[in-house]
């Protein structure tokens, strides 16, 4: 199976920063890499696909890069609502396979 | 607008089974695959299967940690898919999401919560 690791597991930030998730992948996934995010309660929702596809209606602060093993999500500017966890997946290879999670905390 | 909502979910003993549901509507339903991913309270997303369309011969993927006790399949007519769950186990304890499996997994259901103790 491909493992899936995210850095860091936990960040602290203010409304307005740039901040970087990265996700790395045990192989090769080429671009089969999809962010979401889900807030306490709630579904997941799709943020990224293809590594830096922007779902439709997704804020352009948000960007996806990367390709191979090593992936990033950055958020421009942070607002209020996007305090929430982040979680990188690949679907390269069966069984499709989540990393564990970045929790954005203010 | 894309709607998942799934139904199904229950308190169920070791050993027992249950079968989840999803219906969907906002889309072409048959020409789409679908997933079924879940989250244990308090951990993160484990993906648990998947069926493809009638043009894949209805074909399915598992997770390992549920293959040959869970069954995805679908109803084209009724726009809908099911997991059949089997020999459960406390450790499938869980919210079950239906997932539409197309661009990443673009749409989610709001989930139903499976409770597996006797």
């Known amino acids: 199976d491909i493992q899936m690791t995210q850095s860091p597991s936990s960040l602290s930030a203010s409304v307005g920063d740039r901040v970087t998730i990265t996700c790395r992948a045990s192989q090769d996934i080429s671009e089969s890499l999809t962010w979401f995010q889900q807030r306490p309660g709630k579904a997941p929702k799709s943020l990224i696909y293809d590594a830096s596809i922007l779902q439709s209606g997704v804020p352009s602060r948000f960007s996806g890069g990367g390709s191979g093993r090593d992936f990033t999500l950055t958020i421009s500017s942070l607002q209020p609502e996007d305090f929430a966890t982040y979680y990188c997946q690949q679907y390269k290879n069966y069984p499709y396979t989540f990393a564990q999670g970045t929790k954005l905390e203010i | 607008e894309v709607q998942l909502r799934e139904s199904g979910g229950d308190l169920v003993q070791p050993g027992g089974s249950l079968r989840l549901s999803c219906a969907a509507s906002g889309f072409t339903f048959n020409e789409y695959y679908m997933d079924w991913v879940r989250q244990a309270p308090g951990k993160g997303l484990e993906w648990v299967g998947r069926v493809r369309t009638k043009n894949h011969a209805y074909s399915t993927e598992y997770a390992a940690s549920v293959k040959g006790r869970f069954f995805v399949s679908r109803d084209d007519s009724k726009n809908s898919v099911s997991l059949q769950m089997n020999s459960l186990q406390t450790e499938d304890a869980a919210v079950y999401y239906c997932?539409?499996?197309?661009?990443?997994?673009?749409?989610w259901g709001q989930g139903t919560l499976v409770t597996v103790s006797s």
């Open positions: 997932v539409r499996g197309r661009n990443g997994f673009d749409n």
